[in-house]
């Protein structure tokens, strides 16, 4: 079974603080992405990686940065955080590049931001 | 308009119904549907695929997709209590190209 894990299901930080969102997946898969949950916006793409060192912007970008030093290891960076990034952030994997492959996606880490 | 839309409900019905489940998107490009299923606290994880205009059976889900009015639908027959979730549709064009999600829909199947 693929399995995607998060760090944190939950965290709380105030606002400024520079905050670390780690996943991690344990299936050699080519592709990570985080997104984010919100109620009545749905998921959306912050950032995606195809592979080690690599990062492409998604939908939402702004306020976050990626980190992807190793393949299994995907880091989401909130480098000031800010109450509007108050969300649920769940990570996701694919084997490959296709954008028909299954994601997996992780637990989920809910973030408050006060 | 968005790219995928969908009712985030919530529906609510009783054991045993037949449940429809519905997305409309706008962009002709797509190819790829899938469903994902959200169980509370949990992230999402795919419930069914399909790449053409038709139907899919697993189970006792169902699958529908019409590209001519650009609709896709999931049924759930004999619904059950453990089918209540958020179900999400999730479309993309084929390829190198990233997953679109509907909001979700929430179901509950009350027993």
């Known amino acids: 079974d693929v399995k995607v894990t998060q760090s944190s299901r939950y965290l709380v930080k105030r606002t400024g603080e520079k905050v670390f969102l780690e996943c991690v997946q344990d299936m050699d898969h080519e592709n990570m992405f985080w997104y984010r949950q919100d109620p009545g916006l749905g998921l959306r793409l912050i950032y995606f990686s195809y592979d080690v060192k690599m990062k492409e912007k998604g939908d939402i970008p702004e306020g976050y940065s990626v980190s992807r030093e190793k393949k299994e290891r995907f880091s989401l960076i909130l480098e000031s955080a800010s109450t509007n990034q108050t969300s649920m952030y769940l990570c996701a994997s694919s084997r490959t590049s296709g954008g028909t492959d299954t994601q997996y996606f992780g637990p989920g880490t809910r973030l408050t931001v006060l | 308009q968005k790219e995928v839309e969908q009712d985030p409900g919530p529906l609510s019905v009783p054991e045993g119904a037949i449940v429809s489940l519905n997305c409309t998107y706008s962009n002709s490009a797509f190819q790829y549907f899938m469903w994902y299923r959200q169980y509370s606290r949990k992230g999402p994880e795919l419930l069914m695929y399909?790449?053409?205009?038709g139907n899919k059976e697993d189970g006792r889900f169902t699958a529908q997709v019409d590209k001519s009015s650009k609709y896709i639908s999931l049924f759930i027959r004999d619904s059950q209590p453990s089918d209540s979730a958020t179900y999400l549709c999730a479309i993309n064009s084929g390829g190198y190209q990233k997953v679109t999600f509907g909001i979700g829909t929430k179901l509950q199947v009350i027993p």
């Open positions: 399909t790449y053409s205009s």
